[in-house]
Structure formats: C-alpha cells, structure tokens
C-alpha cells in the first residue's frame, strides 16, 4: 500500500454541515480516516478548518486551501454568515471551492470559536483526531495585521484555539471577494476568470 494517495483517501466523500446536522455524500471522510488510522497509515490527524463567508469562493481562496491540504490530513471549508455583509447577494458553492482539494463543506450561524467546538465534537470520535486548526489566509501586511488583532480577539473566547497562517500566491494577492462582487456589477465574464 505505499503507493496509496492518503490525502486522497483522507478526503473521500463530502460532507455538507447545515442546521439540521451533517450531510454525507459518497463515503466519509470520518471514516476512510478511521480505516487509515486502524490500518496503521495514519498515526494523529490534523484537521484544518478555512473559515469565512467565501462570497464568492475565489482562486485566492482555493490557493489557501491547497496549501492547507498539503499540511493537514483534512480541510474543511467553514462557511459562515457575516451580518456585516447582508443584503449582499450570496454566491452559489462554486465548483472551483469542491475542486480545491477541499471535500468536506461545514455550514454555521454566530461565532467562529463555537463552530470550531462544533467541528471538533463532530470529529472527536474519529480515531487519532489530534485537534482542529483554524486556517487563515494572508495577501499582505494589511491582513496580517488585521488577522492577529481578529485571533486575538478569538483567543480570548477561545484561549485554546491554534492557528496556522499560510500567504497566497502573489498572483492572487490582489484578488478580494468584495472587488469581486464589484466587478461581476459591470463584467460578469471578467467575474468568471477569478471564480
């Protein structure tokens, strides 16, 4: 089995989180984890939680994301609803989000520390879960210095939170959801190259 693709197998199947509890699709990731964790393959698993309102999903995101899943064992996209941004139109899950090395999508209302907790009870039973790692995503020294003031602020809900940081390649660093938001306004083919 050396020729197995782990990450592959780690991330089999999808599973949609909404109100009403998780949703599988194909098989588990909880599972396929299991079976490499009894199986000896997998000795702790680190899962990554990419969190945000991804409206709209773009290549700068899924740059994130697969950096992440070539870090953690299992990423999750947390997709949550940010009251500052209603009114705004909320974009479909595109399929450059399923396609980002990213098959397990988690759906939440209120504050990102509790659906961490969520996550991690959720996964929890799962053999060798070592523990769930916010992922946070960097264009620049503006977003740096805007992600340490917003863990901080999470660290004090949540003093056991961890967080990985990972930089965007520079060919996406000036790519935002709101400019793109923007420009599906007056361009929604140009909109199409970056979604």
């Not at 949703?23 to 396929?32: L, Q, R, V």
């Not at 399923?98 to 939440?108: E, M, Y």
Request: proline share 5%; hydrophobic share 40%.
């Amino acid at each position: 089995m050396s020729f197995l693709n782990i990450r592959l197998i780690a991330s089999d199947g999808i599973v949609c989180w909404n109100k009403g509890g998780p949703t599988h699709f194909g098989n588990t990731s909880k599972i396929a984890l299991d079976i490499l964790y009894f199986c000896g393959i997998l000795y702790s698993v680190k899962i990554g939680v990419y969190a945000g309102s991804f409206n709209p999903f773009h290549k700068g995101h899924a740059d994130i994301s697969l950096q992440a899943s070539q870090v953690f064992d299992m990423v999750v996209i947390a997709i949550g609803n940010n009251p500052d941004k209603q009114g705004v139109e909320k974009e479909p899950d595109s399929p450059l989000m399923l396609g980002s090395g990213v098959c397990n999508i988690w759906r939440f209302d209120g504050l990102l520390t509790d659906a961490l907790k969520d996550i991690q009870q959720y996964w929890k039973p799962t053999e060798g879960v070592e523990g769930v790692f916010l992922i946070r995503g960097l264009r620049n020294g503006v977003d740096l210095a805007y992600e340490q003031n917003q863990v901080r602020f999470l660290k004090e809900i949540d003093p056991s939170l961890k967080v990985v940081y990972f930089v965007c390649d520079p060919q996406y660093e000036h790519i935002s959801s709101s400019a793109l938001r923007n420009l599906k306004k007056f361009s929604p083919k140009a909109y199409e190259a970056y979604t």
